[in-house]
């Protein structure tokens, strides 16, 4: 449960900051 749990929460992280990063160049450039 726990190694499920802290890669279902490093996944979701890497995602978030991937997605918020291509958001950002797409409105800015």
């Known amino acids: ?3 499920i749990g802290f890669l279902w929460l490093a996944l979701s992280i890497g995602s978030e900051i991937t997605g918020t ?4 160049k797409n409105q800015w450039f």
């Open 1 to 3: 449960m726990f190694n």
């Open 21 to 24: 990063s291509m958001i950002k």
